[in-house]
């Protein structure tokens, strides 16, 4: 229960270097989006069934829903050349440094940000051992995290779930609506004090979309269920689930060249819709399903739910 807290204090002292280790609590810190009244922001990634962007969809197109309840749209965007704030969460363990997967990893990232638009910001964070630490801070100049990228070097053991609990609040400082974390790890989990079970709730929370980037080498098609279950190919899919984003398994630097300009196209095909919570009533989780009214085999994806009070109004 210390590491999880001293994780979490690890990142904010990163970041605004003002956080003091204090008592930790009796359950594992929880990250919370939406709490109150909070607005609620979902971004929203729609396709067809042939896996094409649905493009000129309108906000009456779309139904919201919270629970049984039919929510008004409050916010409708949808501005593919709208900026977007990229985190970059990579593994540093030392099964990273087999097979060239850290050096794969870290040219994904140099892809993303040489086709950067303006306005997007970038974050990198890396993790190993009892360790998650802020590389480079949220800003629009990537010159400071291209030159730390070189300096990342492979090394310990892996605390994969508790990276991932700890980074969604600092993603929130980029100044981006439209935001992505990009998670490079080759899914390898042996250091972590926080569940499975555990983060899957509090990703549950987590309003930014989560591409996790699962870097394999060449056995890993041969590999046995049991093996797979072991490099946590099933909890690396539910990251993505729970979070609106998509799982992608990579076994070099050809997978992973096309990949990069992908997702981050991808991210900038995102409908953004918005509502307010009522303020009143029971602060908790609430799930969120979103469809599409208009006529055809449309594919929706975004975040699970949110917590804060009921929509406004029901």
């Known amino acids: 229960m210390k590491r999880v807290l001293s994780f979490l204090l690890l990142v904010l002292a990163a970041a605004s270097a003002s956080a003091q280790a204090s008592k930790p609590p009796e359950e594992p810190p929880t990250f919370s989006d939406s709490a109150g009244a909070e607005y609620v922001m979902l971004p929203v990634l729609v396709t067809d069934k042939n896996g094409r962007f649905a493009d000129g969809l309108r906000k009456e197109d779309f139904v919201l829903k919270v629970g049984e309840t039919r929510v008004p749209v409050d916010t409708f965007d949808r501005d593919e050349s709208a900026p977007v704030s990229f985190a970059f969460l990579v593994d540093t363990s030392g099964s990273m440094g087999v097979g060239d997967k850290l050096e794969n990893a870290k040219n994904a990232i140099r892809s993303i940000v040489r086709a950067r638009k303006p306005g997007d910001d970038f974050a990198l964070f890396a993790f190993s051992e009892g360790e998650v630490r802020m590389v480079a801070d949220f800003a629009p100049d990537p010159t400071a995290l291209l030159g730390a990228l070189w300096e990342l070097e492979a090394s310990g053991q892996t605390a994969l779930f508790d990276a991932v609990a700890a980074t969604p609040e600092h993603m929130m400082k980029g100044r981006n609506n439209k935001r992505a974390i990009l998670l490079f790890t080759d899914g390898v989990d042996n250091a972590s004090v926080l569940t499975a079970e555990k983060m899957a709730e509090l990703l549950q929370r987590v309003s930014v979309p989560v591409y996790p ?102």
């Not at 539910?238 to 997978?255: F, K, T």
């Not at 918005?274 to 208009?294: E, H, N, Q, T």
């Open 213 to 314: 980037i699962g870097m394999k080498n060449s056995a890993f098609d041969i590999l046995t269920e049991k093996q797979r279950q072991e490099l946590s190919v099933d909890t690396l899919q539910m990251l993505a689930a729970s979070s609106g984003g998509r799982l992608h398994l990579v076994s070099g630097a050809d997978d992973l060249r096309p990949l990069a300009a992908q997702i981050s196209g991808e991210v900038r095909q995102q409908y953004l819709l918005g509502f307010a919570p009522s303020g009143k009533g029971d602060v908790k989780y609430r799930i969120v399903f979103v469809s599409v009214a208009k006529p055809g085999s449309w594919v929706v994806r975004t975040r699970r739910g949110y917590r804060g009070t009921a929509p406004g109004g029901s």
